[in-house]
């Protein structure tokens, strides 16, 4: 039997075209992995299983009356909870959304499904896209499969943990603040937040409209290329989305860069960074300069990091997005006010008004009502100036000091995060400390910009350790080509978690 | 900034939010708060004199639909998800008051 679960997407997908594995078989084989390894990782929130291989069986049924059934044609493909589907249920590990069914596809997974692929089932996350550890669930924790007592991350961290542990070929995420980067990295996948804009929010729980983005979660370059391209587009029922062509995303990250200038930004190599995440990015750096690349020193000065007197981690960045955040935050979560869908208090009540009130405070977590507090603070009269007004022109300092920075380089290359994959719990009963696990991947959420995070080695402890590629706007050609070059030149990509036992050849 | 996160506070942004708190909430809301807030106000050390605000990741101007009628929902897929369906309706509780 053809070793599915050692397949990328797009080998797999190559695999189905060429008629020797089925959609079914390779379904199911990832269909067998989820009910052995999902009670140990809890990565989704719910499992399609009949509804796949019932079209796993109509894309088989298709190529073999010799139709193009699509690009993506039969890979079996988990999504992120907070992405809606006409199918199953959308919740957003929220209690609030419990039961909600959404009446309508969001454009990113109809886009999947058009292709041809298998949905899987919805993956765990952070409570409507609010944490860094996925410990936010309104259901449960999601586990590192690298080590079963750390995070995966968040908030994909149900996506990055399904792709890690071979429970899907590849999965979406979606990304605010480092939703997607930051699993991938502590779980040693390669994932994509593609320029503001590319890809239509249609249909994606929104958390911050400024900063979401969709994106993929896959074992490497390649496969996020590919879907990257299927999933991005003009959509006109996304007012934000761009409408730039998207160009041939996997034909161009085969053509080498061609002279290429990498910016290091000095402000991200203090001594808040860990000592072997420090040493693994500058030998990546290395790497990629053995290519012929010219290594560029870069300066963000508002996205630099500090220690400040007490020692904690200090940025302006981090500040800024998270006023942002928040203040989208509370204007889009106004709306789970039990009126419509989602849940809506028992208790008896003297009117609507305090129907919405209970109804919030039963059906909400702790740090979604928090940060739906600091919103509504922060944007509140008296404060509006202080807080928001003031982040809104740092954001615009945060983007110039990168749209500087691409003047003097083609693609910015950066740790993804501080430190590898922390203990659950750790950062848990701290909020200020768990929001700057964030520091290197919110300023590219603030300026729109493209960035990946693929592995780029181990820590001594075992633990993945990511890397993180920077592009100019609609600089996605560029970020994964190098990112493929790295991969390439490395040898590293694909890495295995000890809890995978790889089944047939290989 | 010279303001206190303060009990009154708290109880004060819970009302703008519409989320009901315990009196236990109030009090961990108004550390957690407190110190989230004093983060915020390392932006004050930065000069934005003549900065314009950026509300927008990446700016697009006046993005207009034709106003033509396409697919909706229909009021059975709009009430598929209500908490209390009556005919055509969502059932509320009645609006009282100034709450």
Same mark, same amino acid.
């Given at each position: 039997?053809?070793?599915?679960?050692?397949?990328?997407?797009?080998?797999?997908?190559?695999?189905?075209?060429?008629?020797?594995?089925?959609?079914?078989?390779?379904?199911?084989?990832?269909?067998?992995?989820?009910?052995?390894?999902?009670?140990?990782?809890?990565?989704?929130?719910?499992?399609?299983?009949?509804?796949?291989?019932?079209?796993?069986?109509?894309?088989?049924?298709?190529?073999?009356?010799?139709?193009?059934?699509?690009?993506?044609?039969?890979?079996?493909?988990?999504?992120?909870?907070?992405?809606?589907?006409?199918?199953?249920?959308?919740?957003?590990?929220?209690?609030?959304?419990?039961?909600?069914?959404?009446?309508?596809?969001?454009?990113? #997974?109809?886009?999947?499904?058009?292709?041809?692929? #298998?949905?899987?089932?919805?993956?765990?996350?952070?409570?409507?896209?609010?944490?860094?550890?996925?410990?936010?669930?309104?259901? +449960?924790?999601?586990?590192?499969?690298?080590?079963?007592?750390?995070?995966?991350?968040?908030?994909?961290?149900?996506?990055?943990?399904?792709?890690?542990? &071979?429970?899907?070929?590849?999965?979406?995420?979606?990304?605010? +603040?480092?939703?997607?980067?930051?699993?991938?990295?502590?779980?040693?996948?390669?994932?994509?937040?593609?320029?503001?804009?590319?890809?239509?929010?249609?249909?994606?729980?929104?958390?911050?409209?400024?900063?979401?983005?969709?994106?993929?979660?896959?074992?490497?370059?390649?496969?996020?290329?590919?879907?990257?391209?299927?999933?991005?587009?003009?959509?006109?029922?996304?007012?934000?989305?761009?409408?730039?062509?998207?160009?041939?995303?996997?034909?161009?990250?085969?053509?080498?860069?061609?002279?290429?200038? @990498?910016?290091?930004?000095?402000?991200?190599?203090?001594?808040?960074?860990?000592?072997?995440?420090?040493?693994? @990015?500058?030998?990546?750096?290395?790497?990629?300069?053995?290519?012929?690349?010219?290594?560029?020193?870069?300066?963000?000065?508002?996205?630099?990091?500090?220690?400040?007197?007490?020692?904690?981690?200090?940025?302006?960045? !981090?500040?800024?997005?998270?006023?942002?955040?928040?203040?989208?935050?509370?204007?889009?979560?106004?709306?789970?006010?039990?009126?419509?869908?989602?849940?809506?208090?028992?208790?008896?009540?003297?009117?609507?008004?305090?129907?919405?009130?209970?109804? &919030?405070?039963?059906?909400?977590?702790?740090?979604?009502? &928090?940060? @739906?507090?600091?919103?509504?603070?922060?944007?509140?009269?008296?404060?509006?100036?202080?807080?928001?007004?003031?982040?809104?022109? !740092?954001?615009?300092?945060?983007?110039?000091?990168?749209?500087?920075?691409?003047?003097?380089?083609?693609? #910015?290359?950066?740790?993804?995060?501080?430190?590898?994959?922390?203990?659950?719990?750790?950062?848990?009963?701290?909020?200020?400390?768990?929001?700057?696990?964030?520091?290197?991947?919110?300023?590219?959420?603030?300026?729109?910009?493209?960035?990946?995070?693929?592995?780029?080695?181990?820590?001594?402890?075992?633990?993945?350790?990511?890397?993180?590629?920077?592009?100019?706007?609609?600089?996605?050609?560029?970020?994964?080509?190098?990112?493929?070059?790295?991969?390439?030149?490395?040898?590293?990509?694909?890495?295995?978690?000890?809890?995978?036992?790889?089944?047939?050849?290989? | 900034?010279?303001?206190?996160?303060?009990?009154?506070?708290?109880?004060?942004?819970?009302?703008?939010?519409?989320?009901?708190?315990?009196?236990? *909430?109030?009090?961990?809301?108004?550390?957690?708060?407190?110190?989230?807030?004093?983060?915020?106000?390392?932006?004050? *050390?930065?000069?934005?004199?003549?900065?314009?605000?950026?509300?927008?990741?990446?700016?697009?101007?006046?993005?207009?639909? *034709?106003?033509?009628?396409?697919?909706?929902?229909?009021?059975?897929?709009?009430?598929?998800?209500?908490?209390?369906?009556?005919?055509?309706?969502?059932?509320?509780?009645?609006?009282?008051?100034?709450?």
């Amino acid at each position: 039997m053809t070793d599915v679960l050692g397949m990328t997407l797009t080998e797999l997908r190559d695999e189905i075209a060429s008629g020797s594995i089925s959609s079914q078989q390779a379904t199911k084989v990832y269909l067998d992995v989820v009910e052995e390894r999902e009670p140990q990782v809890s990565a989704f929130r719910e499992v399609l299983a009949d509804r796949a291989l019932t079209r796993a069986a109509e894309v088989d049924d298709e190529r073999q009356a010799g139709k193009d059934a699509g690009p993506l044609a039969g890979v079996p493909i988990a999504v992120k909870d907070n992405l809606c589907t006409p199918f199953g249920r959308t919740t957003c590990s929220s209690k609030i959304l419990a039961n909600f069914k959404a009446p309508y596809m969001s454009t990113a #997974v109809g886009k999947l499904v058009d292709a041809g692929a #298998v949905i899987l089932g919805k993956t765990n996350m952070d409570e409507f896209a609010m944490g860094s550890s996925t410990e936010n669930s309104g259901f +449960g924790a999601t586990r590192n499969p690298w080590d079963l007592n750390r995070v995966p991350g968040g908030s994909s961290g149900g996506s990055a943990t399904a792709v890690a542990s &071979r429970m899907c070929a590849a999965a979406l995420g979606s990304d605010t +603040g480092g939703s997607i980067r930051q699993p991938a990295a502590f779980c040693g996948v390669a994932g994509l937040k593609p320029t503001y804009g590319r890809v239509s929010r249609y249909g994606l729980v929104a958390y911050g409209s400024s900063l979401d983005q969709i994106g993929p979660i896959t074992h490497d370059v390649a496969d996020c290329a590919l879907l990257t391209q299927v999933i991005s587009g003009h959509d006109p029922r996304d007012s934000t989305s761009l409408t730039a062509d998207v160009p041939d995303l996997p034909a161009a990250i085969n053509a080498p860069p061609g002279s290429l200038r @990498i910016g290091l930004p000095k402000e991200f190599y203090s001594d808040a960074l860990d000592v072997e995440i420090n040493a693994a @990015i500058h030998k990546a750096a290395d790497t990629l300069a053995q290519t012929g690349a010219q290594l560029v020193e870069i300066s963000l000065p508002h996205s630099r990091i500090d220690r400040d007197a007490e020692g904690k981690l200090s940025s302006y960045a !981090v500040a800024c997005y998270y006023i942002v955040a928040m203040a989208e935050a509370s204007s889009n979560l106004a709306r789970y006010d039990g009126v419509h869908y989602g849940h809506r208090t028992s208790k008896d009540v003297e009117g609507i008004v305090e129907m919405y009130s209970k109804s &919030r405070a039963e059906g909400f977590g702790q740090e979604v009502k &928090r940060r @739906i507090m600091l919103g509504n603070y922060t944007l509140s009269a008296g404060y509006y100036e202080a807080y928001y007004s003031k982040a809104l022109k !740092v954001r615009r300092l945060i983007k110039n000091d990168f749209d500087e920075a691409f003047k003097l380089c083609d693609v #910015v290359l950066c740790p993804t995060t501080p430190t590898t994959a922390f203990q659950i719990g750790e950062k848990a009963s701290d909020p200020l400390t768990m929001y700057l696990a964030d520091i290197y991947t919110i300023s590219v959420n603030l300026a729109g910009l493209p960035g990946l995070s693929l592995p780029c080695g181990l820590s001594a402890e075992g633990m993945p350790i990511g890397m993180q590629l920077i592009g100019p706007p609609l600089g996605e050609p560029v970020v994964l080509q190098v990112g493929r070059l790295f991969e390439q030149v490395s040898g590293i990509s694909r890495l295995t978690p000890p809890i995978v036992e790889r089944t047939g050849t290989n | 900034m010279d303001k206190s996160i303060d009990s009154n506070l708290v109880r004060h942004i819970g009302r703008l939010s519409r989320i009901e708190l315990t009196e236990g *909430e109030i009090r961990i809301f108004a550390q957690q708060l407190a110190a989230i807030v004093e983060y915020f106000d390392k932006l004050q *050390e930065l000069d934005t004199e003549n900065v314009q605000p950026m509300p927008h990741a990446v700016e697009v101007y006046n993005v207009l639909a *034709e106003d033509k009628m396409g697919q909706s929902l229909s009021p059975d897929q709009a009430l598929a998800n209500a908490p209390q369906r009556d005919g055509d309706f969502f059932r509320v509780p009645k609006v009282i008051g100034d709450s």
